[in-house]
């Protein structure tokens, strides 16, 4: 067999394995930062205790990164998606509120804004794609779930 051959079988065999091993990773790694044609989508998969914090495991259709598109996290009964983000005032007429911008990715663990320390009565926690102006990019592509079981 050439040499060819034989290091496009190994690179095969080493990416199967890496995909066995670690789907998330796997996928995050080759997931383009820019958004589909149907915009850039996050969605909370799963919210567990963590300590004093929120686990939150995320799903995403782009790989998030602060200095590119990313997420905002915040506490819905606190804010609207229009208010978490710096285009709030300008764009939607409404005052700026508090969220937590992140590219923890898929696994993200409550904090800043968006710390359970921070929530007051709220209960429903919520996500939504921003760029790198932190400015949310589409107020009608955003996701919530209740997590008072989890409080």
């Given at each position: 067999m050439d040499t060819f051959r034989l290091v496009n079988r190994v690179a095969v065999v080493?990416?199967?394995l890496m995909l066995i091993?670690?789907?998330n990773a796997l996928a995050a790694d080759t997931m383009p930062n820019a958004?589909?044609?149907?915009g850039c989508v996050v969605k909370?998969?799963?919210?567990k205790p963590a300590g004093d914090e929120l686990e939150i495991t995320f799903d995403s259709n782009f790989t998030p990164d602060v200095s590119k598109?990313?997420?905002h996290v915040w506490w819905g009964e606190n804010f609207t998606v229009e208010q978490v983000g710096r285009n709030a005032e300008p764009e939607h007429g409404v005052t700026q509120g508090s969220w937590h911008r992140h590219a923890d990715y898929p696994v993200y663990i409550t904090q800043g804004a968006a710390s359970v320390s921070a929530r007051g009565?709220?209960?429903t926690v919520c996500v939504t794609a921003a760029d790198r102006g932190h400015n949310v990019l589409d107020v009608a592509i955003y996701d919530c779930v209740d997590a008072s079981g989890q409080l």
């Open positions: 080493f990416g199967t091993g670690s789907p958004c589909p044609v149907d909370i998969v799963s919210i598109n990313h997420f009565d709220a209960t």
